[in-house]
């Protein structure tokens, strides 16, 4: 068994963390801290749990976390994990940062969009830890920064289209929408139900701090610079995310090449779903579970290509990718403790 602690375990990511954890077959789930809840059950701040969590949590202290715990997963605001992970790194654990501390390779684009990094000698060792794509490279990490969400549900139907060369990627515009779980658990004006509720609001345009996290693994991707025009959407809903990708495609390349070529790239990952041609993507169909569906039209019109994808913001943008992460990791079935099966309705 791999004894998997949860730093940060009562906000949002960091329960739905604890939720996937409890019934993964091959983890003993031995620590939870929080630090406004220390002392608590986890089941007092979540009694959807009860019967289901029986830990109290504790507070973020090293001894401890290193006592108990090989897998170290930690859902903390950014700027908290690169204070921890190197200590945590150099006795030995393994780590998984949903934060963006370890994100990015180019630490001046980190710290332009968020602080000044105090851990910079393990950046350049950190793999981003989109599964799909990375998958190799996660094999023998020992910390993985978890993508954001947006960037999750926009890299996945873009990757295998510039890496093959079918798009134009300098015409890139990503138009995504996101559930207020996104924002997180506490609570803000903007996230107020008398806020949302009925409401339907761009937010950050043009200044989002995914953005150049997304434009990083791009021009990666591409060999060459990569910028895209990148609009958020808040939406009433408290899960799931969808987002709508326009990009040129190359002369020559149509519906069959593209769905040829995001056809063989998923076809050994079973968590991206290319959906049938006479249907496109609903967030519905992927609520609590770590699938990324993809569909797409051609507009031949303007030669544009619309790509759609969805996700469950909470699941494949967040918990479940770090769950997929740490399976690669301890090199046990990717799908362990994920495959659930989706709701119908």
């Given at each position: 068994m791999i004894r998997v602690g949860i730093l940060g375990a009562t906000g949002y990511a960091g329960a739905e963390l604890a939720r996937i954890l409890s019934g993964h077959p091959e983890v003993d789930l031995t620590l939870l801290t929080s630090r406004q809840y220390a002392g608590k059950g986890f089941d007092e701040i979540y009694p959807s749990m009860a019967g289901v969590v029986r830990l109290t949590c504790s507070p973020n202290e090293i001894d401890l976390i290193c006592e108990k715990a090989d897998v170290i997963f930690m859902a903390l605001p950014h700027k908290i994990p690169m204070s921890i992970a190197p200590e945590l790194i150099g006795r030995g654990k393994k780590v998984i940062d949903l934060s963006a501390d370890f994100r990015f390779k180019n630490?001046?684009?980190?710290?332009?969009?968020?602080?000044?990094?105090?851990?910079?000698?393990?950046?350049?060792?950190?793999?981003?830890?989109?599964?799909?794509?990375?998958?190799e490279e996660i094999k023998n990490a020992r910390l993985v920064g978890n993508p954001g969400c947006y960037p999750t549900s926009i890299l996945l139907p873009l990757v295998p289209l510039v890496a093959e060369g079918l798009v134009d990627h300098s015409t890139i515009v990503a138009d995504a929408k996101s559930g207020v779980s996104g924002a997180g658990r506490e609570a803000t004006l903007t996230t107020h139900f008398c806020e949302v509720q009925e409401s339907f609001k761009a937010y950050k345009v043009a200044v989002h701090r995914h953005n150049p996290e997304i434009e990083e693994v791009l021009s990666r991707v591409a060999g060459e610079p990569v910028t895209l025009t990148f609009v958020p959407h808040l939406v009433p809903m408290i899960r799931g995310m969808l987002s709508t990708i326009y990009v040129t495609v190359i002369a020559g390349a149509g519906l069959k090449e593209i769905r040829e070529c995001l056809n063989d790239y998923y076809a050994p990952h079973p968590f991206v779903r290319i959906?049938?041609?006479?249907?496109?993507?609903?967030?519905?169909?992927?609520?609590?579970?770590?699938?990324?569906?993809?569909?797409?039209?051609?507009?031949?019109?303007?030669?544009?290509?619309?790509?759609?994808?969805?996700?469950?913001?909470?699941?494949k943008g967040a918990a479940g990718q770090a769950v997929q992460n740490m399976n690669i990791m301890q090199g046990i079935e990717q799908t362990r403790g994920l495959f659930n099966t989706p709701f119908p309705v």
């Open positions: 630490i001046e684009a980190y710290e332009a969009a968020y602080q000044p990094h105090t851990a910079k000698e393990l950046t350049e060792e950190a793999v981003y830890g989109l599964c799909e794509i990375y998958h959906v049938a041609e006479n249907l496109l993507p609903d967030t519905r169909n992927v609520r609590g579970t770590n699938f990324c569906d993809i569909g797409f039209r051609l507009d031949t019109r303007s030669n544009r290509l619309i790509l759609i994808s969805v996700i469950d913001n909470l699941v």
